[in-house]
């Protein structure tokens, strides 16, 4: 009677390790996974905001819309990045920071997904919105509108 009690501990005791082997290996899986997708959210995130700001059509239109070479973007909660950038070639500069001297634009809405973004800059009483599509790994513009907010 000892010996089958010892052998029903012992095959509980090898499933209960077993059960927590399964359980550390699948949170060390979730734990990698979610940490690589982050890194490719920021990647991706940080290709998306060059594109955008190096795009003519946008520095057209914002220029057109402001006119102005340069134009200062304030990005208060951080939406496009923690750190200020730069944008500048022949036609227009473009400054994005977090200080509110001189904003001519204030960004309201930065929303990155796997194949669409959607930028919305408000100046005045105006919003700027950008919509950009993925196409073959590449970001393609697609449309903008001004609209009054008021």
């Given at each position: 009677?000892?010996l089958?009690?010892?052998?029903?501990?012992?095959?509980?005791?090898?499933?209960?390790?077993?059960?927590?082997?399964?359980l550390?290996?699948?949170?060390?899986?979730?734990?990698?996974?979610?940490?690589?997708?982050?890194?490719?959210?920021?990647?991706?995130?940080?290709?998306?905001?060059?594109?955008?700001?190096?795009?003519?059509?946008?520095?057209?239109?914002?220029?057109?819309?402001?006119?102005?070479?340069?134009?200062?973007?304030?990005?208060?909660?951080?939406?496009?990045?923690?750190?200020?950038?730069?944008?500048s070639?022949?036609?227009?500069?473009?400054?994005?920071?977090?200080?509110?001297?001189?904003?001519?634009?204030?960004?309201?809405?930065?929303?990155?997904?796997?194949?669409?973004?959607?930028v919305?800059?408000?100046?005045?009483?105006?919003?700027?919105?950008f919509?950009?599509?993925?196409?073959?790994?590449?970001?393609?513009?697609?449309?903008?509108?001004?609209r009054?907010?008021?």
């Amino acid at each position: 009677m000892y010996l089958k009690t010892f052998k029903c501990h012992q095959i509980f005791s090898n499933l209960y390790r077993l059960k927590i082997q399964i359980l550390c290996l699948s949170c060390l899986f979730i734990n990698i996974s979610v940490s690589g997708q982050q890194h490719i959210q920021t990647d991706s995130k940080e290709i998306f905001t060059n594109e955008f700001f190096s795009n003519k059509r946008v520095q057209y239109i914002l220029k057109g819309y402001l006119k102005k070479d340069k134009i200062i973007i304030l990005d208060n909660d951080s939406l496009i990045t923690n750190k200020p950038l730069k944008y500048s070639n022949e036609r227009i500069t473009l400054a994005i920071n977090k200080k509110l001297s001189n904003a001519d634009l204030f960004v309201q809405y930065y929303i990155l997904n796997p194949d669409l973004a959607y930028v919305s800059l408000w100046g005045g009483i105006d919003a700027i919105s950008f919509t950009f599509a993925k196409k073959r790994g590449k970001w393609i513009f697609f449309d903008y509108s001004i609209r009054t907010t008021r």
